[in-house]
C-alpha cells in the first residue's frame, strides 16, 4: 500500500472516530441514567431509525468482506452465504421481533422469566448471552487486528497489537458513557456509509459491463478456471458427504441462529411499541437484503474484474477482494480515483468492525448486570448500581475482548462467527420459542435447554478439525478430532430443542397456567409491555 493510500485511509478513519466520539459525548452529557435510557435508549428510536441501527448491526465486516471474497473464489457456493444471512430474517420476522418486545424488557433472559423462576433461568440465559457475544466479538476483534493493520500497510505483529487495543478501547468508551443510544445513533451512521460506499462500488461494477449481467457472470466463470462449474453448486460444498452435512450444518446455524442474538434481540428494545419492533424489522429486511444482493454483484465484478488468483494471492481466504476491487475500479494502484476509493471502502471496512462491538459489548454488559448481577445481588440494593455494574461490565468484556484477540491474533478464528451463530440457534432459540408457544414449558426444561444446546455446541467445536487434526486447524500439532463437521449445527440445534423437551416431561413442577396466560395475551396483543 502506498504512502497516500495511507494517509487519506488514515484521515477518514479519523473523521469517522471524531464523529462517532462526538456523538457519544453529547449524548453522555444528556442522559438520565436510568437502566431504560442506558440499555434501551429511552425507547425512543423511530422505526425507520432503529431498522437503520438493525441493519448495522447485522452487516458486519465479515459480511461486507467476507461474504464477497467467498463469491469472488467459489462463486455459487459463495452465494449461498448470502441466502442463509437473508432468510433468517423471514424467521425473526415472523416468529421473534413483535413478542420478544412485547414481553421483555432488555434481555433474551426477561421473555423467558416472566413464568418461570427467575434466577435460575435468568443465570442460564445470562450465560449462554455472554458466550454468544464474546465469541462474536472476539472474531471481530481478531478481523480489526488483521484488516485495519493490512489496509494501512502495517502487517507487523505490534502494529495487529495495537490495533486491536484501540478497538477495544472506543467500544468500552461507546459504550460505558453513550450506552444504547450512542450506540445506535453509531449504527445508523456505519449503516449509511456503508450502503452508500456498497453502492458507488455496485454501480461502477455494473458500468465496467455497461450493465450486461450476463456478460459479468460468464466473464467471471471464464476468469476463475472453473468454466461453468463457477456458476453451479458444489465447488465448495460438493466434495463428499462430510462436506454436505458441513454445509447444511452452517446453514442451520446462520438461518435459526439470527433469532437468538443478544445483540440482535436487544434492538427490539429501543422501540417504543411491538408494531414498531416489526416496521424496523421490515425496514432491516429492505436494507440488509439490498446491501446482499449488492454484495452479489461485488463478488461476482471481483471474480471478473480481478480474477480469483489475484484475490486469493492477496489474502487466502478472499477477505480483501472488496479494497482490491476499489482500487482497480478507482484507476488502478497509484491513481487519484483508486487511493480515494481504496481509503473509502479502507474507513468504512472499519466503520463497520468499530460499530458491531460496540453493539455486542452493549448486549453482553447487560446480560451481566441485569442477569447475572440482578440474579445474584443482595436484595435492597440502590436502583442506579445495575447500570453502574453494566458500564464496569462494559469495561471487562472489553478487557477480554482485547485479550482473547491478542492471543488469537495470528490464529483463523471464522469458526468463531459460526460457532456465535451455532450457539445462539442451540441455547437461546429453543428457550426462547419453547416460553412462547409451548403451554406446559417449565423452569427445568428452559435451565436444560439453554444448557442442552450451550454445552454440546462448545465441546463439539473443540472436538472438530476446526481446533486440531489438520494444517489448517488452530493448533495443528494436536489431533482430538473426533468430530468430523466443523460447525456443530447440524447436531446442537436439535439437542437444545430435546433438552428442552426431556428437561420439562421430566420435572414435577406444576406450569402456571394463568403466567402463560398472560404471557400469551401480552406476546399477541402489548398490553402490559414495558
Not at 77 to 91: R, S
Not at 168 to 182: C, F, W
Amino acid at each position: 500500500m502506498t504512502g497516500e493510500h495511507q494517509t487519506l485511509a488514515l484521515l477518514l478513519f479519523s473523521a469517522f472516530v471524531g464523529v462517532t466520539l462526538g456523538i457519544t459525548t453529547w449524548v453522555s452529557r444528556n442522559r438520565r441514567g436510568s437502566a431504560e435510557e442506558f440499555y434501551a435508549g429511552g425507547r425512543l428510536f423511530s422505526p425507520m431509525e432503529n431498522g437503520f441501527a438493525i441493519a448495522g448491526d447485522y452487516m458486519s465486516a465479515a459480511s461486507f468482506l467476507g461474504v464477497t471474497g467467498l463469491i469472488a473464489l467459489f462463486g455459487y457456493d459463495g452465494l449461498l452465504y448470502v441466502v442463509g444471512f437473508l432468510v433468517a430474517w423471514l424467521v425473526v420476522l415472523f416468529l421473534v421481533a413483535e413478542l420478544v418486545r412485547n414481553c421483555g424488557r432488555f434481555t433474551l433472559a426477561d421473555v423467558v422469566a416472566a413464568r418461570m423462576r427467575e434466577r435460575p433461568v435468568r443465570i442460564a440465559a445470562g450465560t449462554s448471552s455472554v458466550t454468544v457475544s464474546v465469541l462474536y466479538l472476539v472474531a471481530q476483534m481478531v478481523g480489526a487486528g488483521s484488516l485495519v493493520a493490512l489496509l494501512l500497510g502495517g502487517t507487523s505483529d505490534a502494529a495487529r497489537a495495537w490495533t486491536v487495543i484501540g478497538v477495544g478501547a472506543l467500544m468500552v468508551i461507546y459504550v460505558s458513557l453513550g450506552g444504547m443510544r450512542a450506540t445506535t445513533w453509531i449504527q445508523i451512521v456505519k449503516a449509511v456509509l456503508l450502503l452508500g460506499g456498497t453502492i458507488a462500488l455496485t454501480v461502477l461494477v455494473l458500468l465496467r459491463f455497461h450493465g450486461d449481467v450476463d456478460r459479468l457472470l460468464l466473464t467471471a466463470a471464464e476468469r476463475s478456471g472453473h468454466g461453468e462449474a463457477f456458476l453451479a453448486p458444489g465447488l465448495k460444498y460438493g466434495g463428499d458427504w462430510t462436506a454436505r452435512f458441513d454445509f447444511i450444518s452452517l446453514g442451520l446455524a446462520l438461518v435459526l441462529g439470527t433469532a437468538g442474538l443478544p445483540h440482535i434481540l436487544s434492538r427490539f428494545y429501543t422501540v417504543p411499541t411491538a408494531r414498531a419492533a416489526r416496521r424496523s424489522v421490515v425496514w432491516a429486511v429492505g436494507l440488509i437484503g439490498g446491501f446482499y444482493l449488492m454484495t452479489i454483484v461485488l463478488g461476482f465484478g471481483a471474480a471478473a474484474i480481478l480474477g480469483p488468483d489475484a484475490v486469493r494471492g492477496s489474502n487466502a481466504s478472499g477477505n480483501t477482494a472488496v479494497p482490491l476491487l476499489a482500487l482497480d475500479l478507482g484507476g488502478g494502484a497509484g491513481s487519484t480515483g483508486g487511493t480515494v476509493l481504496f481509503a473509502i471502502v479502507a474507513a468504512v471496512a472499519f466503520a463497520t468492525i468499530l460499530a458491531v462491538v460496540a453493539g455486542i459489548t452493549l448486549a453482553s454488559s447487560a446480560s451481566v448486570a441485569h442477569d447475572l448481577y440482578a440474579s445474584l445481588r443482595r436484595r435492597g440494593g440502590k436502583p442506579r448500581s445495575e447500570v453502574a455494574v453494566a458500564r464496569l461490565a462494559a469495561v471487562g468484556v472489553g478487557v477480554v475482548a482485547i485479550a482473547l484477540g491478542l492471543l488469537a491474533r495470528d490464529l483463523n478464528v471464522a469458526f468463531l462467527v459460526g460457532l456465535a451463530f451455532a450457539v445462539a440457534a442451540s441455547a437461546n432459540l429453543p428457550v426462547l420459542l419453547y416460553s412462547l408457544f409451548w403451554r406446559g414449558f417449565t423452569t427445568r426444561g428452559a435451565v436444560w435447554a439453554v444448557y442442552g444446546g450451550l454445552v454440546p455446541a462448545v465441546v463439539l467445536v473443540v472436538l472438530s478439525p476446526v481446533v486440531s487434526g489438520s494444517p489448517d486447524s488452530l493448533f495443528p500439532g494436536i489431533d482430538l478430532q473426533y468430530f468430523p463437521l466443523q460447525n456443530p449445527g447440524l447436531v446442537s440445534i436439535p439437542l437444545g430443542f430435546l433438552a428442552g423437551w426431556l428437561g420439562t416431561v421430566t420435572s414435577t413442577e406444576v406450569p402456571d397456567e394463568a403466567k402463560h396466560a398472560e404471557t400469551e395475551v401480552r406476546s399477541l396483543t402489548g398490553a402490559g409491555a414495558a
